[in-house]
């Protein structure tokens, strides 16, 4: 059975492109296009890993995180958080609030994928 992922990001062209990808790669995937509905689909769907943009409408990366991590029956899922806010204090809180990684934008999609196969204990 592949793998799940849920992408939550606002941003179209990045949704499109994150999507392709990870189908490439053999990943079931989701999208959701705002903080609220990524943890509804989070909550729905239980995917493996979430990619997941902190500025958001209707709630932010940063709620959505901690939110999942307060959510027992979605102990297990991973999360990515893949933001341009890449100051220390922004990641430092992103991995307080949960975050198994922080990637900020641009990233390298190499990059991404590996991160993600590790995160899912695929090898690598």
């Keep these: 059975m592949s793998k799940r992922v849920l992408i939550v990001d606002d941003e179209p062209n990045i949704l499109i492109s994150l999507e392709f990808l990870m189908k490439r790669e053999g990943y079931e995937v989701q999208v959701a296009r705002d903080g609220e509905e990524g943890l ?30 307060a959510d027992a029956a979605l102990a297990g899922v991973r999360i990515v958080m893949l933001t341009a806010k890449g100051r220390d204090t922004d990641v430092a809180k992103g991995l307080a609030l949960g975050a198994d990684a922080y990637l900020t934008k641009p990233f390298s999609t190499q990059d991404l994928v590996r991160r993600v196969r590790e995160l899912v204990g695929e090898a690598v």
Excluded: E, H, S, Y
């Excluded at 995917?47 to 932010?60: E, G, I, S």
């Design 40 to 69: 509804a689909l989070a909550t729905a769907w239980r995917p493996d890993v979430v990619l997941l943009d902190v500025m958001m409408p209707r709630k932010n990366g940063f709620d959505v995180c901690q939110a999942i991590r």
